[in-house]
């Protein structure tokens, strides 16, 4: 039995694909001037260690609208691409610290979180398997012996407290040449980790202590622009407008009236682009905190009134968002509707792609039963589907219609590896 039959396949509402089955078309014609402009971008900027993408098909637009540069969620993957992810870091540890045996991996301090600890498990297996010593060290203050933590699957993980001798980082005897977070300090970064000796990947300044996701969009915009151009084609199919606001605070109600200015423009901004190309669908914006992840402190909105009506709890959510961090910047970025749905119940469905270094190697559908197709997925509720496609992403089919599921699959590739490209971009400029 096939993988697609294993799994299964989402369902994209046709009624809206003319412009997207325009688009896939594009790119399977395109293939070998993609894959060529590609090749010649890695080599300018290389890509991050690893990187999950999270994209919306509105069947008239496919986008990136998150980026996330600390993978969690490896576990969700399709376990046929286990080789693909082995290559691939293999590949990626070369090129930074070419005589490396060993690893130091840096986690979230989610001891208490299952699905966190069943991906690093897995991130730990693909490690290994890769031919890395593999040793976890723990940012847990209040760790100071090793710890043995049995997860749901049947396999456990060892923690050990992180120890530092001089500029370099380690546990307990084992100090080795490269460190891999994967911690996306949102609680800031830790003094242990500064002035290393050792490359520390990704670098710290994309931490989300330091990174913004204004930032990360405007370079996938000047990528967006780049490569429609490219293409032949208007970079609004694959890119999200935005703006940004300053100062804000939710609590106080300060900010507001930037912030409704803001969503007005966009608004206005997203209506324009659907009468140009006949979309009978309401335009909304998604309201979120400018750093951060999980989910948190963002809504959406599809008329300034909202802005204005926001009640305590609804204020109170927006105005935190991971480890209790205040939010005091946001970004309004285009909402994209997902019009693709999962099982009989035709749940809301988004695909996410992960890559390590510039290589697709699988990713999966968040579902979500509660959802429509105008709000976040990434929240309580959600679950998993592995990506159903039998071959990578990398390799489309022309003799089959634009939206088949390995073309279909094809263009989720590539609409991901020019978010990747924005971020290897933002570590460029970080070093620069």
């Not at 050792?198 to 930032?215: A, C, F, H, M, T």
């Not at 909202?306 to 910047?329: C, D, F, H, P």
């Amino acid at each position: 039995m096939s993988i697609e039959h294993l799994y299964g396949v989402p369902h994209l509402t046709t009624v809206l694909t003319g412009p997207l089955l325009h688009l896939e078309r594009h790119l399977l014609e395109r293939q070998a001037t993609i894959e060529s402009w590609l090749r010649a971008q890695w080599l300018d900027t290389p890509a991050p260690f690893y990187a999950s993408v999270d994209l919306r098909n509105a069947g008239f637009k496919l986008a990136p609208v998150d980026t996330n540069l600390f993978p969690a969620g490896f576990n969700n993957l399709n376990p046929a691409f286990m080789p693909l992810c082995i290559q691939a870091v293999q590949s990626a540890v070369e090129r930074v610290c070419p005589r490396a045996a060993k690893l130091l991996l840096v986690p979230e301090s989610h001891t208490r979180n299952p699905f966190y600890l069943e991906s690093l498990a897995t991130l730990s297996e693909i490690l290994g398997k890769a031919g890395f010593e593999v040793r976890l060290g723990s940012l847990l203050p209040d760790l100071t012996a090793p710890l043995d933590i049995p997860l749901p699957s049947g396999r456990s993980l060892h923690l050990e407290p992180l120890v530092r001798k001089g500029d370099r980082l380690g546990v307990k005897d084992f100090f080795p040449c490269l460190v891999l977070l994967n911690n996306d300090l949102s609680s800031g970064r830790p003094a242990i980790l500064e002035g290393l000796e050792q490359p520390v990947i990704p670098p710290l300044e994309l931490g989300w202590s330091n990174r913004l996701k204004s930032d990360h969009f405007r370079h996938y915009r000047q990528i967006a622009m780049e490569f429609a151009e490219l293409i032949g084609i208007d970079p609004w199919l694959i890119d999200p407008l935005f703006r940004q606001c300053g100062e804000i605070n939710f609590m106080k109600r300060e900010g507001e009236e930037c912030l409704a200015t803001n969503v007005g423009a966009l608004l206005d901004s997203i209506q324009r682009k659907y009468d140009e190309y006949r979309i009978d669908k309401p335009p909304f914006v998604i309201v979120k905190a400018d750093a951060g992840t999980y989910g948190m402190g963002i809504m959406t909105v599809r008329s300034v009134d909202e802005i204005y009506e926001l009640n305590r709890k609804q204020r109170t959510r927006m105005a935190t968002s991971k480890g209790g961090q205040e939010v005091t910047q946001v970004i309004i970025q285009e909402g994209v509707y997902t019009f693709e749905t999962w099982g009989d119940a035709q749940a809301v469905a988004e695909p996410v792609v992960y890559m390590v270094d510039h290589f697709v190697v699988g990713g999966f559908y968040r579902v979500h039963t509660a959802r429509g197709v105008d709000e976040n997925l990434n929240a309580p509720g959600m679950h998993f589907e592995p990506l159903a496609f039998a071959e990578p992403c990398n390799n489309p089919d022309p003799n089959r219609a634009p939206d088949a599921n390995s073309n279909r699959f094809y263009a989720y590739g590539v609409i991901a590896r020019l978010a990747l490209l924005a971020a290897a971009r933002e570590i460029a400029k970080s070093r620069a």
